[in-house]
């Protein structure tokens, strides 16, 4: 008798353990999935500027640190003119060193560029955010002034309005020159691309960066059917006597890889390849992930489902997302597993963004073999923080691909 009540005593107490730590898993998912307050921003901010982490690769951490100093709280308006502040002590240093000393004007005008766009990140939500977002691409085009070979910025008809992009030409080209497309991700923008980009120029190719739908300044916002705003973008692009149009290549970054992906189908007879990082393919679209694993993603700072929200064309409410996103899904749209372009494939295995399984379905669909670069050690992008920064995986990876896509001979 006193064994089977020791029995039951001690499965009463594994039953309560179990209960316990179950309850605490609970609290602690709920608690990851919770987005950071606004103290947790301003530690990890500067902490991710020290390092160089995405989003505050460039910034400066006492830059940042000062900023902080006048936002003491979630509100939009007041997190914009934090940043508009210390920005604007540079912009206007740069603005009266021009002539004397253009160099150092041309590094102000650059920190005062990353510092504005910080400040209306991740969307312009407000109207602080916008003016934020407005210097910022004042103050890059100032930037960009300094620029040899120059920026031409091209203004493209599209149905009643315009798309905007950021074209450079390599210098002294003889004859058509290869062009990448470049679209950027939810919360950056072509500015970043751009400035990325002015490294393939030495290998004879231009480039041409966009805002991808939904973001910056497109006309459009993301539908099953906003790729034609890209396809309008490759007819601009050869329709350029200056440009090859058998050898154009299209770049994404996150959702600009989704784009990227989509138009490596769609467009396969006028791209030459794609390169894509943590393209979103399917399982991103279902309500389960974006409930489980966007919802206060910790890998991303803040506001992630709110910008999603804000990209996605008639989708006001959390509820209308999680119904709309299957919609955009490759899948879904029956394009996954036709005839498309060569591709290469970049993500990490511990992307908390992008499933790996999208990019693995990716990888095992269409006509063509495709090329991986999976980090295992690597978030979204790849990234790995000290080993494989953007920066890295940008010049080692993507442009060496790129460039062996568009030198060779057009078959």
């Known amino acids: 008798m006193r064994a089977k009540s020791q029995f039951y005593f001690a499965a009463f107490l594994l039953a309560l353990f179990v209960i316990i730590s179950i309850g605490a898993f609970a609290q602690q998912q709920k ?17 991710r500027a ?47 060193l021009e ?19 910080f ?21 890059f085009l100032a930037h960009a002034r300094f620029f040899d070979p120059p920026l031409e910025v091209v203004r493209i008809p599209f149905e009643g309005k315009e798309i905007i992009g950021y074209l450079r030409l390599p210098k002294n080209a003889k004859g058509p020159v290869p062009l990448v497309i470049a679209v950027n991700g939810l919360d950056s923008r072509k500015e970043d691309l751009t400035e990325s980009f002015s490294a393939i120029l030495p290998f004879g190719i231009g480039y041409l960066a966009v805002d991808g739908p939904g973001t910056g300044q497109n006309p459009i916002k993301v539908s099953e059917t906003a790729d034609r705003m ?7 692009a050869q329709s350029r006597p200056e440009i090859d149009k058998n050898r ?18 769609v467009e396969r007879a006028r791209l030459r390849g794609a390169s894509a990082q943590s393209p979103p393919v399917d399982k991103f679209f279902q309500k389960d992930f974006l409930m489980n694993s966007l919802l206060g993603n910790r890998e991303y700072l ?7 929200m804000n990209i996605l064309e008639g989708v006001h409410t959390l509820e209308e997302m999680g119904d709309y996103l299957p919609k955009i899904s490759l899948v879904h749209q029956g394009l996954l597993g036709k005839p498309m372009a060569p591709m290469l494939i970049l993500a990490g295995v511990l992307d908390t963004q992008v499933p790996i399984d999208d990019e ?29 920064p953007d920066p890295r995986i940008f010049k080692e990876v993507i442009i060496p691909w790129l460039v062996k896509t568009l030198q060779a001979p057009p078959s």
């Open 360 to 388: 693995y379905l990716l990888l095992s669909k269409g006509d063509v073999p495709k090329e991986a670069w999976i980090n295992p050690h690597g978030g979204h992008l790849g990234r790995q923080v000290g080993v494989w």
């Open 119 to 139: 400040g209306r990140w991740p969307i312009p939500a407000s109207a602080g955010k916008q003016r934020s977002y407005e210097k910022a691409l004042e103050a």
């Open 230 to 236: 890209l396809s309008r973008v490759i007819d601009y």
């Open 99 to 117: 002539k004397s000393d253009p160099a150092k004007a041309n590094a102000d005008y650059i920190r005062a560029w990353r510092l504005y766009s």
């Open 50 to 96: 020290e390092v160089g982490q995405y989003p505050l690769i460039g910034l400066d951490a006492g830059d940042v640190k000062e900023a902080f100093e006048s936002i003491h709280s979630s509100d939009k308006d007041e997190w914009a003119a934090g940043f508009m502040h210390v920005a604007d002590r540079y912009f206007s240093e740069a603005k009266s």
């Open 248 to 265: 154009i290549a299209m770049h994404g970054v996150s959702w600009g890889a989704y784009w990227a992906t989509k138009m490596a189908i």
């Open 302 to 308: 803040f506001d992630q489902v709110p910008a999603l």
């Open 31 to 47: 608690e990851e999935r919770r987005e950071r307050t606004i103290d947790e921003i301003r530690v990890e901010a500067i902490r």
